[in-house]
């Protein structure tokens, strides 16, 4: 299974999701925050496990 962590700006500052989410939480993930009023530049990123 492939591991995602999803990355934000808001604020002005770059932020990143402290927990790993699998590929659909991801993308439901990143819907929220680009919903969210302040959020910018919203990506999924993949990363290996334990990272």
Request: glycine share 8%; hydrophobic share 25%.
């Amino acid at each position: 299974m492939k591991n995602y962590r999803v990355t934000w700006t808001e604020g002005g500052e770059e932020r990143t999701s402290v927990s790993a989410y699998d590929d659909p939480s991801a993308k439901q993930r990143a819907e929220e925050l680009e919903d969210t009023e302040g959020v910018s530049s919203v990506r999924i990123v993949a990363v290996k496990p334990g990272e």
